[in-house]
């Protein structure tokens, strides 16, 4: 599968969330349970950023892609992160989504979904 728009897109959210303000923390975080696409900060939150790029012409939106399961894994991930780097632990977790849509063989970035606080930590936070 090829994975460049997706890449792509994550690096635009990143540039977008760092133009607001926002401190890069970390990308593509790994644990067992999945990956975080994009760990960022300000004073007050520490975000958690899931991406998803589907093109224009696609059936579903890329938000539609960030089902209960996904949620769940992202959850589980950020709670690993936070206990490996404790000195990030006062500020409050939150979960964004991303979702960018792109357009023709290009893969032009044509827009950007972006959803602050798109969902909780199902109480475990």
Known sequence: MDNRSGKAGERHVLQMLQNRGYT???ANYRSRFGEIDIIV???KYIVFVEVKTRDADSLSGPLE???AAKR???VQ??????????????LQP???AAGVITTGKEKIIKEIQYITDAFDGGGLF
């Open 24 to 26: 890069f923390v970390a």
């Open 41 to 43: 900060k300000d004073e």
């Open 65 to 67: 892609a960030v089902t």
């Open 72 to 74: 769940k894994k992202l």
């Open 77 to 90: 991930t950020a709670l690993l992160f936070l206990q490996e780097h404790t000195q990030l632990q006062t």
């Open 94 to 96: 939150r979960f964004d």
